[in-house]
C-alpha cells in the first residue's frame, strides 16, 4: 500500500511540473507571437509594452515611435514568428523570420526572452533604444532634432544631479543644453552664447 501511495505522489509532482512547463511555454509563445503581430500590423505603441523594463527607460514611449516609424519607413521588413524555446522557468529564446520586399527571408538569429512578474518581456533591439539614428538621413535626423527630446536625453545624462541643477541645465528657457555625441566624449552646446561648444 505504502508503494503505491508513494508511486501516486511521484506521478503527481511529475504531472505538476510538466503542466506548469507546458503553461510557461504557452505562455512565453503567446507573448512572441503578439509581439510579431504588433510589429506587423505596425501597432508601435503596443509593441512598446513587449519589452524589458530596462530597456524602456532607455527611451520613452514617444521617441520610440517616432525613432521605429522613421526606419520603418525607409526600409520596411517585418517578423514572422517560428518558434520558441524554453530555457528554464525565466528564460526563454524566441526565433522569427525576417521578412521585406525581396524574396529572400533569412532565419534571425535567436533573441532572449526574460521572465518578470510572470510576464514575458523581449530583451532584443537594443538599437531602437540607444541610437539616434540608424541611417545617415535626413528624415531620421529630423525625428531627433527637435527641443523635447533634447531636454529628455539631458535628463538622463544628467541624472545624479539634483532636481533643481537638471531644471537649470535641462530647462533653462534661454539656454537648454544640447547634447551631440564626438567620438568618447561629449560636447555641450550652450544657445545662450552663440552655440558655443565645449568637449567634456
Not at 518558434?83 to 532565419?107: H, I, R
Request: proline share 2%.
Amino acid at each position: 500500500m505504502k508503494q503505491i501511495l508513494f508511486l501516486i505522489l511521484i506521478l503527481s509532482v511529475l504531472l505538476t511540473s510538466c503542466n506548469s512547463d507546458e503553461k510557461l511555454r504557452t505562455d512565453a509563445e503567446r507573448t512572441a507571437q503578439g509581439f510579431a503581430v504588433a510589429w506587423q500590423q505596425g501597432d508601435y505603441d503596443a509593441l512598446y509594452d513587449y519589452f524589458m523594463p530596462e530597456l524602456q527607460s532607455m527611451r520613452s514611449r514617444f521617441y520610440f515611435i517616432s525613432f521605429f516609424e522613421a526606419t520603418q519607413e525607409l526600409t520596411p521588413y517585418n517578423l514572422i514568428y517560428d518558434k520558441v524555446v524554453l530555457q528554464d522557468k525565466d528564460l526563454a529564446y524566441v526565433y522569427y523570420t525576417y521578412s521585406a520586399e525581396s524574396a529572400f527571408q533569412p532565419k534571425m538569429s535567436a533573441l532572449e526572452m526574460h521572465r518578470i512578474d510572470k510576464t514575458w518581456k523581449i530583451n532584443a533591439f537594443l538599437d531602437y533604444f540607444t541610437k539616434e539614428c540608424l541611417f545617415e538621413i535626413e528624415e531620421c535626423e529630423e525625428v531627433f532634432s527637435n527641443e523635447e527630446f533634447l531636454k529628455e536625453k539631458c535628463l538622463k545624462k544628467y541624472s545624479d544631479l539634483s532636481i533643481s541643477e537638471k531644471v537649470e541645465l535641462c530647462y533653462h528657457s534661454t539656454a537648454i543644453t544640447f547634447l551631440n555625441t564626438y567620438g568618447d566624449k561629449k560636447v555641450v552646446c550652450d544657445t545662450a552664447s552663440n552655440y558655443y561648444c565645449a568637449v567634456r
